[in-house]
Each structure stands twice: as C-alpha cells, then as structure tokens.
Nanobody, 129 residues
Framework: QVQLVESGGRLVQAGGSLRLSCAASGRAFSTYSMGWFRQAPGKERLFVARISRSGGSTDYADSVKGRFTISRDNAKNTVYLQIDSLKPEDTAVYYC??????????????????????WGQGTQVSVSS
C-alpha cells in the first residue's frame, strides 16, 4: 500500500555532510512510523534511526547519535536523514522503512528490522578517507 524511494546518496569525504530523502506514495504517510537502516557489504542490516508518526519521538543508534538527525515533512510525504561529520565506517546502503506501529505501543521494538512492513530500494553512501 506504500512505496518508498530513497535518494541523496553519494561519495563524500570524511568530515562532510549529506542529506538523504525518502519519498512515500499515497495519502497515508502520517499513519506510519518511519525508520532508517543501513547495510555494509557482507554485514547484516542495522538500525540507524526512527521517528514517530507526528515526528514528536525519535531514537538513534549509539554509533550515529549526535551526528545524524531524522526528520519528516508529512505534507510532502517525505522523511529525511541529515548526516554530519561523516566517517568511513558510515559507508553503506541506506534503506528507508515504514510501519503502522508507533512507539506508544511498540517502544524499542522499532529498532528491529522485523517491525517494519515496507522498504525502499536503498541509496549508496560512500565516505572516503
């Protein structure tokens, strides 16, 4: 019922900044909590950040806390990931995901990939040293 398309990934030098976007189809965007995950070659997909339906609640992985900021614009059906102070270990394919579950009912479960029902195709972020 929802399709997600990520964009904004590119090659950036360490210390640089980047903003990823995830555009969602349909009229029900505000009913979804949204998450960002990333996957490096040969590694499992890991949680990065998530945001509640209204944007009032956010959560981050320890590895990105203080450097990454998740936000959303429900009028534009878009969720963003602002990435600052990039490190080589941030290199990965970044995925956007959607779930109708909300932190009020699911809490920390929204750090787990299985809590999400819809996924985008991913966008490549490469950080050079």
């Amino acid at each position: 019922q929802v399709q997600l398309v990520e964009s904004g990934g590119r090659l950036v030098q360490a210390g640089g900044s980047l903003r990823l976007s995830c555009a969602a189809s349909g009229r029900a965007f505000s009913t979804y909590s949204m998450g960002w995950f990333r996957q490096a070659p040969g590694k499992e997909r890991l949680f990065v950040a998530r945001i509640s339906r209204s944007g009032g609640s956010t959560d981050y992985a320890d590895s990105v806390k203080g450097r990454f900021t998740i936000s959303r614009d429900n009028a534009k059906n878009t969720v963003y990931l602002q990435i600052d102070s990039l490190k080589p270990e941030d290199t990965a394919v970044y995925y956007c995901a959607a779930t109708r579950r909300d932190p009020q009912s699911m809490g920390l479960i929204l750090r787990r990939s299985f809590a999400y029902d819809y996924w985008g195709q991913g966008t490549q972020v490469s950080v050079s040293s």
